[in-house]
């Protein structure tokens, strides 16, 4: 299998041609169920198994999430599951988040030891939450036996917001908290090219009480748009200009596993949900602590 074996020349990557868009498929079909495009755990595994440790891995998984994610929007847009008070409110609050990231990942953490450490206790916590909410409740809501279940209307307002849907349910969050963890999500997100979907969706789920189906839609297309945006200010820097064909690869097994992850969603109970997504992030944590 020697002949299928290729080099990247930009990343230095020399590993099989089809491995990239094979491990992504997998993985970004089972966390997408939960609004994660999985670009969490393509990080350390460019790390650790590619062996790919300079700052411009960080772009190259940006590149992933630009490829890979629009499969998913593109459903939760035809569904009508995408809460755009939710969505607007994320993307106001990562974007001034992201050129602090930025900064941070270039400058201060170019050798980023400790805030791995800091990543990783705060996705720890997140995880442990998240992981617990799918053990004690069963939320119900976006089951095969309820069918899909879309957004009626939105309000928006300084102090709450509050979403009505199909089937006569209201969820309200305060706009505020949600945009202050964006910015910190924001810094965090583009100092490791997680594009902030994998902190902001169990926060929304375990903190705010949101459910799923209405988490999921906002936070893969807010993780989008700002893996654009972060990847064009690391493309200004030669030394962290991403991987385009590596990052291609993953995107498009991401984009594959991403759409059947988005259909799957509407059949997997909350509760189901929470487990897969607090066991991902209990892992990635572990990874980062202990590395």
């Not at 998913?72 to 969505?87: C, M, P």
């Not at 791995?116 to 939450?129: A, D, E, Q, R, S």
């Not at 910190?184 to 926060?203: E, K, L, Q, R």
Request: charged fraction near 10%; glycine fraction near 10%.
């Amino acid at each position: 299998m020697d002949h299928f074996v290729f080099q990247f020349p930009i990343s230095g990557v020399k590993t099989y041609i089809f491995l990239p868009p094979l491990v992504m498929l997998v993985i970004s079909s089972i966390v997408s169920v939960g609004g994660v495009s999985g670009a969490f755990i393509l990080l350390p595994f460019q790390i650790s198994v590619l062996g790919y440790t300079s700052p411009a891995v960080t772009a190259t998984n940006f590149i992933y999430n630009i490829i890979s994610i629009p499969s998913g929007i593109y459903r939760y847009v035809k569904n009508k599951q995408i809460s755009w008070t939710l969505f607007f409110t994320i993307m106001l609050g990562t974007l001034p988040g992201i050129f602090i990231g930025y900064y941070v990942r270039t400058k201060l953490l170019f050798e980023p030891t400790k805030f791995k450490i800091f990543v990783g206790c705060i996705l720890g916590i997140l995880g442990i939450k998240t992981a617990h909410d799918g053990l004690t409740k069963m939320q119900q809501g976006n089951t095969q036996k309820d069918g899909i279940v879309s957004i009626k209307k939105e309000k928006a307002g300084i102090f709450e917001c509050k979403i009505y849907t199909a089937n006569n349910k209201v969820y309200k969050y305060s706009p505020r908290l949600l945009g202050i963890t964006s910015f910190v999500v924001g810094i965090i997100g583009t100092a490791y090219g997680i594009g902030g979907g994998a902190i902001i969706a169990p926060f929304c789920i375990s903190v705010l009480g949101l459910p799923v189906f209405l988490v999921s839609g906002a936070a893969l297309f807010s993780t989008w748009i700002n893996s654009i945006i972060a990847a064009i200010v690391y493309s200004f820097n030669s030394s962290t200009t991403p991987d385009l064909l590596l990052g291609a690869l993953f995107g498009v097994g991401g984009m594959i596993g991403i759409y059947i992850g988005t259909y799957v969603q509407r059949y997997v109970p909350d509760n189901m949900v929470k487990k897969i997504l607090g066991t991902v992030l209990l892992f990635i944590s572990a990874r980062y602590i202990l590395s």
